[in-house]
């Protein structure tokens, strides 16, 4: 008797693992880039407690990984939106497409300034774009000998510019993997670069070679790729008072009692001046929206609705405390009436 | 000897030397005696450091900072028919303000409101819910304070610092202690740590979510690993032929469970979620991954147990006529049963404790609702520590070791039940 | 009929069989009573019960699998002049509305009359269906039966039938090892040579630099990304390295004292302490190695005028080696003591002490057996994430020195998957490629290491 009671309990429970009866999902689904899931949890969180609708799943996958689940096709086994930390690419785009994703609304939610920083022990900096990128390129224009170019020499803030201290150059900052790093080297290598007419000369004769001289970062020791834990460089920082450390404006908002912001071509990197678009490195965060999904996943109108109202995004919102720099009103409104409208996204 | 002292005066005895060579070699003996303890001791040091440190920052987040606010609920601020809508913010906004009547600076009035968490809003919105009747009364509520406050009161936060270096100003330093001294500031249990799901503000996040879903991704491997590793033992033990068949099964099963963990999250990405189309951070994903990587564990465990059931039980069994199958279920399994579940319990532990392949899984998810079965998305007790742990808010830390002593005690209590059964039914044959 | 309902049904019944072919037997036995019977009553029972329960468990799994893509089907066909004209994809989002809306969970606010007549039609299908089913299987079960209790009669080897379903079982459960060590290598190797297409293999192996770094966006030329893999080897070597030389002379040395020296009472109490620290999970070690020893090595280190990084190996190596102390020390533990006693009494008998007993006579006859646990501890480390993730830096320098930070195979295939790039550029196939290397090393030592511990083992058995 007692076998028969196995056989038959041990099939039920293996009928009832199966039979769990597949249902429409009923909570959203977002996935991306790890800069903006701060901000979308947080969203999240307020969209969840405040409304009948469930809490959204957030995964925080990468904006390329993201994107590329978001693209993946249309239906509840997809994910509704998709965070990153930069605009989306035309293959992607195309790709999205190609999978029947046809209409996509593109929200830009604010700014997030990338900051270089250093110990309140030491002094503040004030530093050009230009001078950072002989600082850290990994070939820098031969001064002796115009049109070529050496491996960089520099030890000191000093050679780069007497104007700045004679103290050893040493650079935290973010591995290649990392959208921070990507951005960093577009801000600021691209832009520096741009200032010395002999690589310029280059642009029209050479584009590889170009490309390569701005945007290859030296790998001499003096620019040090640190993890992901940006509160690891934060410690590093305090206890070493000659080393700069490169990451998000949020981790300066938050230890503001330990480090500071260097200038860059004059403006610190404060709240106000990242929202005003003075401070030259920052860039815009976003999320992507399948339009197709609306009406079928339960709350995503609300969902926007309450990531675009201004006690979120707004210059006084919440999404603020956790470091988010607004945009402007009027960029601000647009993008709202965007969303409103859920205007699809063309990209040509 | 000789060429021990070739040069020993013929007056020394050879009892001399042996004796001396005797001691020598006992010290030898010491030594290394000595050296083994000393081996063992670090280890145990290394245990008791890393626990002291575990505990040292973890025990203060089972507490937490409340403060006592007097709640009016004017009538006029609730539209009956739209409850949900009223603004709760603002009737903590107004309490507050009586009790500091004197801040009048909007700047200062956002700092004041700063002191209180953002959660408590809908603290008193679930409390309104629940009891229309208190509408039109005031009531004294205790209401979480916001991380910063909580750090400060557990004394986390260093308040002879320079202002500009202080998260908390001094004019809130102050706030808190008017507040403290009107006895409204008070550290209770923890309750909300153990009742709630994830949270991006830490005085608001708990644990259970990731508890449940570490419970239904055990169950998911419990079910699964169990009976198909016990079979599998079993029939590799008793009943397997020599041939190359089963050696392959046997070198891929040893192979199996010395594979890195982070593989079988490869495995899981790539047939259980892009192949078989299953959820993303589903704790049956999770199940299905963590049996993949358990079930070696067990099968040797098994094996090991099976195997030291003395052959003379099985030659009686089977001289009285048993057939080679009643001699396994009837005689062997019963006597091997203590020692399966003991490897199981060892796997189960190792699964509870185990985070790389749920990171490839998509597990690494912001999920509030704590779920309520093994399709819905969820996250484990591991990950969530690993979530934590990379919170820039200071108030997480705490957070982050309270979770890791709640996931040890799970862990110690498997392994005393473990440790418990083997001691319980082991048999010396 | 329910579905609860209906397992307990078939539960209840397959107790019922379960007598009813043990009473047959005794029938069909007759006066000469069941020592006649071919098997014991009790197998005839077990073989009714299971010719009850297969047929409608199978017929139940079934229509849980395909009901739904059947029922959607079949309601979507009602409205199909309006689906008619509609891309696949936009089919699909109407079977998730058509979902919602029979779950009665959600209802879309656009829903118009014909989706909600489908959504009435497929709630019809379903109830016929769910009857129908309840029919099929309940017949099924019955049918079964009386198959089952038709053929019974003394003759009848239930007990052979009742034996050779449990050994199909069990066949089928030993398998699911090579399934998996097959599915482990699929899935790794296309996206390995999707991979090996765009870089070649012999830069992945000899290429000194790793720099998986591309382009954002589609205007920027791709800096060129470097996949030479050696430095990320040789800080996994390094790590490893480190948790070795800590863990290996720790771990001997207890397992040496507590198999020699140790009282019985010492033992019992400090054998589970010790397992205690097999058991804390790895982010925990993390957690620690990245908050609490990091920073002790790196101010110690400061305070000797070193500059020292604060993602230093040593930190992560030095967690890592406490974490594989218990390992080494069971697996010597195990090896000292398949050491037969007769060595050590001959040992004992020529005057030896016992260090120079274990020195010169036990770790000798089972050095085979210790180096093969080593290995296994040393594919361990190789593999071990959550503490190099923590607590280990991203930078793939090439550098003996172990207070400088170095970056391991399984940090990069973290990163590398949940990064910010493209998917399917060779940053993200780089990690399946450092996957199958990974699978590849640890399959080679691990192999090696249990063939050396099996000839070990049979040398003395």
Redesign the interface.
């Known amino acids: 008797m007692k076998k028969s009671i196995v056989v038959g309990l041990a099939a039920a429970l293996c009928v009832s693992g199966v039979a769990v009866e597949a249902s429409a999902r009923d909570y959203i689904s977002i996935v991306g880039s790890s800069t903006v899931y701060p901000f979308a949890t947080t969203v999240a969180e307020q969209f969840g407690k405040a409304t009948r609708f469930k809490t959204p799943k957030i995964e925080s996958t990468g904006s390329g990984g993201g994107l590329k689940l978001f693209c993946s096709g249309i239906g509840t086994e997809y994910p509704d939106i998709a965070n990153a930390s930069r605009r989306i690419k035309k293959s992607e785009y195309e790709q999205c497409r190609e999978k029947g994703v046809k209409e996509i609304v593109e929200v830009k939610i604010g700014y997030d300034g990338i900051v270089l920083a250093n110990s309140k022990n030491a002094p503040q900096m004030d530093i050009e774009r230009k001078d950072l990128f002989l600082a850290l390129a990994k070939s820098v224009p031969d001064p002796a000998n115009e049109g070529t170019f050496i491996d960089n020499p520099h030890k000191t803030w000093k050679d780069v510019n007497p104007a700045l201290p004679a103290v050893k150059i040493e650079v935290l900052g973010p591995p290649p993997t990392s959208g921070t790093r990507d951005a960093f080297v577009e801000l600021v290598m691209d832009e520096g670069c741009a200032a010395f007419p002999s690589i310029e000369a280059l642009k029209n004769t050479d584009k590889d070679r170009y490309k390569s001289i701005c945007q290859t970062i030296r790998e001499d020791g003096v620019y040090i790729e640190a993890g992901e834990n940006d509160n690891l460089i934060v410690q590093k920082l305090n206890v070493n008072p000659d080393a700069y450390g490169i990451f998000g404006f949020s981790f300066l908002d938050q230890n503001t009692d330990r480090i500071q912001g260097s200038k860059i071509e004059g403006k610190s990197p404060a709240f106000e001046e990242i929202a005003a678009g003075a401070y030259p490195v920052s860039r815009p965060l976003y999320f992507y929206v399948k339009k197709a999904h609306i009406g079928t996943i339960p709350g995503i109108e609300e969902y926007l609705a309450e990531f675009t109202s201004d006690k979120a995004w707004g210059e006084e919102g919440y999404l603020t405390d956790k470091g988010l720099i607004p945009m402007p009103d009027d960029e601000r409104l647009r993008f709202a009436d965007d969303v409103k409208s859920l205007r699809p996204l063309t990209m040509e | 000897m000789q060429d021990v002292e070739p040069s020993a005066p013929s007056s020394v005895r050879t009892i001399d030397i042996i004796n001396r060579r005797l001691n020598k070699r006992y010290r030898a003996e010491k030594r290394f005696k000595r050296l083994g303890l000393a081996a063992i001791l670090s280890s145990l040091l290394f245990l008791g450091l890393l626990f002291t440190s575990i505990v040292s920052q973890g025990y203060s987040a089972f507490v937490q900072t409340y403060i006592l606010l007097d709640i009016h609920f004017s009538r006029d601020a609730f539209d009956v028919s739209n409850l949900a809508g009223a603004d709760y913010n603002g009737l903590i906004r107004k309490s507050l303000q009586s009790l500091f009547p004197e801040v009048r600076d909007r700047q200062e009035k956002r700092m004041l409101n700063g002191l209180v968490s953002s959660g408590a809003p809908f603290q008193i919105q679930k409390m309104v819910m629940s009891d229309t009747s208190m509408i039109g009364s005031t009531r004294s509520v205790w209401v979480p304070a916001d991380d910063d406050v909580d750090m400060l009161m557990k004394g986390r936060i260093d308040r002879s610092a320079p202002e500009a270096e202080r998260r908390l100003k001094d004019v809130q330093l102050g706030w808190i202690d008017g507040l403290r001294g009107d006895l409204r500031l008070k550290k209770k249990f923890n309750r909300i740590f153990f009742t709630s799901g994830d949270s991006r503000e830490p005085e608001l996040a708990g644990i259970l979510g990731a508890t449940m879903g570490s419970m239904y991704t055990l169950i998911v491997t419990l079910l699964l690993s169990f009976p198909v590793g016990v079979a599998s033992a079993i029939y590799l033990e008793e009943f397997a032929p020599r041939n190359k068949w089963v050696d392959l099964i046997e070198v891929n099963i040893n192979n199996l469970a010395a594979v890195p963990s982070i593989v079988f999250g490869l495995l899981g990405l790539a047939v259980f979620l892009n192949f078989f189309g299953l959820p993303r951070s589903a704790p049956l994903v999770g199940g299905l991954v963590l049996t993949l990587m358990t079930l070696p564990t067990i099968i040797i465990a098994s094996r090991v147990s099976i195997q030291s059931v003395p052959p003379s039980i099985r030659e009686a069994a089977l001289g009285v006529g048993a057939s080679k199958m009643q001699t396994v279920f009837h005689h062997v399994m019963p006597l091997a049963i203590p020692g399966m579940l003991t490897g199981t319990i060892i796997g189960m532990a190792r699964a509870l404790g185990e985070s790389a392949p749920l990171l490839m899984i998509g597990m690494v998810a912001f999920i509030v609702d704590p779920p309520g079965g093994i399709l819905e998305p969820a996250t484990v007790l591991p990950v969530q520590i690993y979530l934590w742990a990379d919170s820039p808010e200071r108030a997480f830390v705490e957070r982050t070791s309270a979770a890791i002593i709640v996931l040890l005690a799970f862990l110690m209590v498997m392994n005393a039940a473990a440790v418990f059964l083997r001691s319980r039914f082991e048999r010396r044959w | 009929m329910n579905?609860?309902l209906l397992?307990i049904v078939?539960?209840v019944f397959?107790?019922a069989?379960?007598w009813l072919g043990y009473k047959k037997a005794f029938f069909s036995a007759g006066e000469k009573g069941p020592v006649h019977l071919h098997s014991r009553p009790?197998y005839y029972?077990?073989l009714t019960?299971?010719w009850c329960?297969?047929p409608p468990?199978f017929i139940?799994?079934a229509w849980?699998?395909f009901s739904?893509t059947v029922l959607t089907g079949l309601a979507l066909k009602t409205m199909s002049e309006y689906t008619g004209n509609l891309?696949?994809?936009?089919i699909?989002?109407l079977?998730?509305?058509l979902?919602?809306i029979v779950?009665g969970?959600?209802i879309?606010?656009?829903a118009d009359a014909a989706l909600l007549e489908a959504a009435d039609h497929y709630r019809h299908m379903r109830d016929i269906g769910r009857q129908g089913l309840s029919a099929l299987a309940l017949a099924s079960m019955i049918l079964g039966t009386i198959i089952v209790l038709v053929r019974i009669r003394p003759g009848m080897r239930a007990?052979n039938h009742v034996?050779k379903m449990?050994?199909i079982?069990?066949?089928t459960?030993?398998?699911?090892?090579?399934f998996?060590?097959v599915?482990?290598v699929?899935?790794?190797l296309f996206?390995s040579i999707l991979f090996f297409q765009q870089v070649p293999v012999t830069e992945f192996l000899f290429g000194l630099?790793w720099?998986?770094?591309m382009a954002?966006?589609?205007d920027?030329?791709?800096?060129?990304?470097s996949f030479g893999a050696v430095p990320v080897f040789a800080g996994t070597v390094m790590i490893s390295t480190i948790a070795m030389l800590v863990a290996a002379?720790?771990?001997?040395?207890?397992a040496?004292?507590?198999s020699d020296?140790a009282d019985r009472k010492f033992r019992a109490a400090?054998k589970?302490?010790?397992?205690?620290?097999a058991?804390?999970?790895?982010?925990?070690?993390?957690?620690?190695a990245?908050?609490?020893v990091?920073?002790v090595i790196?101010?110690f280190g400061?305070s000797l005028g070193l500059s020292v990084?604060?993602?230093s190996a040593l930190a992560a190596g030095l967690v890592m080696g406490?974490m594989i102390?218990?390992f080494v020390?069971s697996i010597s533990d195990d090896v000292i003591n398949a050491v037969p006693q007769a060595l050590r009494d001959g040992s004992y008998a020529l005057g030896a002490?016992?260090?120079?007993t274990?020195?010169k006579v036990i770790i000798p006859a089972a050095l085979p057996g210790i180096v093969g646990g080593m290995l296994?501890a040393v594919?361990?480390a190789?593999?071990?994430?959550?503490i190099v993730?923590?607590a280990?830096?991203?930078?793939?320098?090439l550098t003996a020195n172990p207070l400088q930070?170095v970056t391991t195979v399984?940090v990069q295939?973290?990163?590398?998957?949940?990064?910010?790039?493209?998917?399917?550029?060779p940053?993200?196939l780089a990690a399946?490629a450092l996957?199958l290397l990974?699978?590849v090393v640890?399959?080679i030592?691990?192999?090696i290491?249990?063939y050396i511990v099996r000839k070990y083992r049979e040398q003395y058995e």
């Open positions: 579905f609860p397992l078939i539960f397959s107790q069989a379960y009790q029972g077990t019960v299971l329960v297969i468990l139940l799994v849980s699998v739904e891309s696949p994809d936009e699909s989002l079977k998730s509305d979902r919602n779950s969970r959600f879309p606010p656009a007990r034996e449990i050994s079982t069990l066949i459960c030993s398998t699911i090892a090579i998996t060590t599915g482990i699929l899935s790794v996206e630099k720099s998986p770094q954002i966006r589609a920027q030329v791709a800096a060129s990304g002379p720790l771990g001997l040395m207890s040496i004292y507590l020296y400090v589970p302490l010790l397992e205690i620290l058991g804390v999970p790895t982010v925990v070690y993390g957690f620690f990245a908050l609490t990091a920073p790196r101010q400061e990084s604060s993602e406490i102390i218990p020390m002490t016992k260090s120079e274990i020195k296994l594919s361990r190789i593999g071990e994430t959550m993730v923590m280990a830096g991203l930078s793939a320098n930070a399984t295939i973290v990163t590398l998957l949940v990064g910010d790039q493209e998917f399917d550029s940053k993200t399946f996957g990974l699978f640890t399959l030592l691990n192999i290491a249990l």
